[in-house]
C-alpha cells in the first residue's frame, strides 16, 4: 500500500464528506469576460453540438421519459468522495443500459482539456455536474492514468471557483491515484485550510515532508501554504510549518523563497516574538539564502518601520525610499508604495495615498497594475468617496494599459455607493444586479458577474436580517468549517442556541482562529446571551492577538453599565441607593477616559458618552461628546452623522432644548453633514415629543412654545435636506450604472480591436509563408 493510500485512509477518517442533497455549489472565481473570438465562439459551438448529439444518441435508444430521468440534475450525494456508496438497483440498471450510448471518458477528458486551455472553469464545472452519476462506470472502463486526468482537470477548475468542499472530495479521490502531479498537492494544503480543518491540514502536510517522492514539493507549495497562515495570523501554525519544513532533512535542497521568509517575518513582527525572530534569522539555511540581503527583506523592514512610527511624515518616507531603492530591484519598487498605500489606508490619511500614488505614476521604472490601483480604490470605498472613486477609474484606471474591469473594481463601486448613500442600500444592490444580468453577454460566461451578484445579494440579505440571533449566527458560520457551520445552521432550526455556542467555541479552542472583526461580533452576540462563552471568547481573543483595540475594553464597560442600570431598574432600588450606584459606574468611566485619553478615537468617546447616558448621566455625556468632537474627520460624513445623532439625544436627555435647537440649526447648515437617515428623522420627533411630556431644569429666555416651533421648522429643513440626498443618491445611481456599462463596452472594443489586430498579424504571417 502506498503512502498516498494510507493517507486517504487517514482523510477519510478524520473528513467523511457527504454533502446533502440540496447542496450547490457557487462559483466564486471569475476572470474577466470573454473576447467573443472565434476560437472560442468555435468551441462553445461543438460543445453545444456535442451535448445535442450525446442527448440524440440517448433520445435513440430510450424512450422520452428515461432521457427526462437522465436529464435531471444530478444529486449533491454523488460527489466523488461517495464512489463506492451503494446505488440502489434501478439507477445501476440504467447506467448499465447508458455505458454504451452516453459520453465516454476519452471524449469527456479531451473537452475538459479544451476548456482548461480556455480558462473556461464554469463550464468545466457544470460538466462535471452533468456527468458525475456515470463517473464509478467510466472509472472501471478505462485506464487510470485517464481517469487521473479527468480528476486534476476538474479539481483546478473546482479550485479555481473556490468551491472547497468539492475540492476536498475530489482530491481525496486524487490521491488514492500514484504519480501526482507536481501542484496537486498545494491545492490540497490550501483546500484543507480553507475549510479549516487544522487537523487534517497539519496531518497532511507532516506525511509530505516525510515523503516527498510520493507528494511532489516545491517551494511554492510551502508559499501557497504559508500564505494561508498568514492570512488568519496564526503564528504558532506558522512556526511549525516554517520550521519543519527547515529542519526536513528530505527538503535541504528545496530552499524557500523569500516572499515565503517575509511572510513569516512580518508574522514575528507582528506578535513581538523577539525570540523568534532570532532564532528564525540565525537558522542556518535562512543564513544561507541570502534573505538578510534580498529585497523581501527591505519590504518586511519598511513595513515595520511604517508600523511602529519611525516614519512619521511624507518627507521622511520619501527619504527611505529613496536610500532602499539605490539597491532595491526596479520589479519591486511598487511593493514599497503599495506598502506607503496600506498604511495610508490604516490611518486614514489621504496624503500618504496621494504621494504613493504620484510617486508611483511619475516612477518610469514601475508598471502600474490592477493589483496597484484596487489598493489606491480602497481608500475612497472605506471613506464613501463614490464620485472620487469614479474619477479614478475613468482618469487613472481605464487608461492604463493592461487594466481591464473584473470583479473587484465592481464590488468597490458597489461598497462605496451603498457607504455613501446607506438610505439606499436595497435600490443600489437591485440597480447593480440588474446592470449585471443584462450585461452578461458582454462578459466572459457571466462568471465575475455571477460573483458580484452573489455577494451582493448575500450582503442584502445580512444587512436585512441583521437583528435576528440566528441569522447573525448564520451570517458568521461561514467563518468556520462545513461541518460546523452545518450543525449551527441545524441548532438554530430546532432552536438550541446553547448547542450552537458549543460547536463555535469548540471550534474556536482548536481550529484555526478566525479574524479579529469575526471574534469581535461573537463577543457582542455572546455579551446578550452567555456570559461564560463571551469570557472564553475574550480570553481567546487576546491569546491570538497581540493588540487588541480600545473597542474590547469599552464593550465590556458597556456592558457592566448596562447590568448595574437593570439591575436597579429590576429591584426598585431606593433614590440614595441608585444614586450611589451609579456614580460607582460612572466613576470608572470616567477613569477610563483619563487613564487612556492618549489613545482614544472619536468613536471611542461617542460610545462613552453613550455609556453615561445608560448611567443617567447626561453632564458627563456631554463631557464626552465635546471631548469626541475634537477627534473627528471634519470631512467625513459618517463622522458628522454619528455625532450629530449621539449629541441629539444627549441634549435631549439633558432637557436643554436650547443646545437641541441650536445643534440641529448647525446640522442643516452644515454641507459636510450630507448622510440623513429616516432613522434620524423618526430619532428627532421622538425627542420633540419627549420635550413636550417633561419639565424643563431652567428658565429660557424666549417662550416654550417659540422653542418648540423653531425646532418644527428646523426637522422640516432636515427633512427637505433628506429627499434632497436621496434624489442625489439615485443621480448618482444612474452615473455610476452609465460608468458601469460603458466601460464594459470600452474594453470590449479593445479586446475585440486586439483580438482582430492579432488574427490579423497571424494572417500576415502566413502569407509571407
Known sequence: MNPATRFYGLLECLRPIRPKESCIYQVLCFRRYNSHNCLEQKYRNSLKSWNQAKLSEVDSIHDPAEVRTLAKPVSATAVLGTFDSAADAEKLKMQNEI????????????????????????????????????????????????YSAFLRIVLKAEFALRNYVVCESLFSEYIKIPNIEPGIVDIG???????????????????????????????????????????????????????????????????????????????????????????????????????????????????????????????????YLQKVFETTQNSRRLNFYMEVIEFGISKNKFSLVRFATAKAQNDASVELTDEFHIRVCRYFVKNGLLNALVQYLTRIVIKSSGCHINHVYVEQLWCCAVKKYPILFKEFTNDFCLLLDQEKANISQSEWGHLVSDKIRISSFKVENSKRASNKYAALSSHFSPECAKAIQEAFVSGDATSARTKMLSELQHGIKPSFAVLYLLLKFFMEESLEAARIVDQIMRETYPKIPIKVDILWLKYNAIRSANFMDRNSVVPAVELEASQIEITKVKDFERERRMHLNFQNYMQLSSISLVLRDAKTAVHMLE????????????????????????????????????????????????????????????????????????????TRRDIMAQIDRELDALLARYVNYKFQGLNDMRMVSHFLRDWISTDLRSELYCTSGQSLDDGRKLSKK
Open 189 to 319: 494544503l490550501v483546500t484543507f485550510l480553507k475549510n479549516r480543518n487544522l487537523p487534517l491540514a497539519k496531518e497532511f502536510y507532516v506525511q509530505i515532508l516525510k515523503d516527498p517522492d510520493t507528494f511532489p514539493l516545491s517551494p511554492r507549495t510551502l508559499h501557497v501554504f504559508a500564505l494561508e497562515v498568514f492570512k488568519v495570523s496564526d503564528l504558532a501554525l506558522m512556526k511549525q510549518v516554517i520550521f519543519s519544513w527547515l529542519d526536513s532533512p528530505q527538503l535541504s535542497s528545496l530552499t524557500p523563497l523569500s516572499e515565503t521568509f517575509s511572510l513569516f517575518h512580518q508574522l514575528l513582527f507582528k506578535y513581538d516574538d523577539i525570540d523568534g525572530i532570532s532564532r528564525f534569522l540565525t537558522h542556518p539555511r535562512v543564513l544561507a539564502s541570502g534573505y538578510e540581503t534580498s529585497d523581501d527583506f527591505a519590504l518586511c523592514s519598511f513595513h515595520q518601520s511604517l508600523l511602529i512610527g519611525e516614519l512619521g511624515s511624507v518627507e521622511e518616507i520619501d527619504e
Open 627 to 702: 471631548r469626541g468632537k475634537k477627534r473627528m474627520d471634519p470631512s467625513n460624513e459618517r463622522d458628522w452623522y454619528i455625532y450629530y445623532s449621539s449629541a441629539l439625544k444627549v441634549h435631549t436627555r439633558a432637557r436643554d432644548p436650547v443646545k437641541f435647537l441650536l445643534l440641529l440649526r448647525e446640522w442643516n447648515n452644515n454641507d459636510s453633514a450630507q448622510l440623513i437617515t429616516r432613522d434620524s428623522l423618526r430619532s428627532c420627533k421622538g425627542f420633540v415629543k419627549y420635550f413636550a411630556k417633561h419639565a424643563w431644569p431652567y428658565e429660557q429666555t424666549i
Open 99 to 146: 455505458r454504451s450510448a452516453f459520453a465516454s471518458l476519452p471524449r469527456l477528458v479531451k473537452d475538459l482539456s479544451e476548456l482548461e486551455s480556455l480558462e473556461r472553469y464554469h463550464d468545466i464545472h457544470q460538466l462535471f455536474k452533468t456527468h458525475k452519476s456515470i463517473l464509478p462506470t467510466l472509472k472501471k472502463d478505462f485506464s487510470i492514468d485517464l
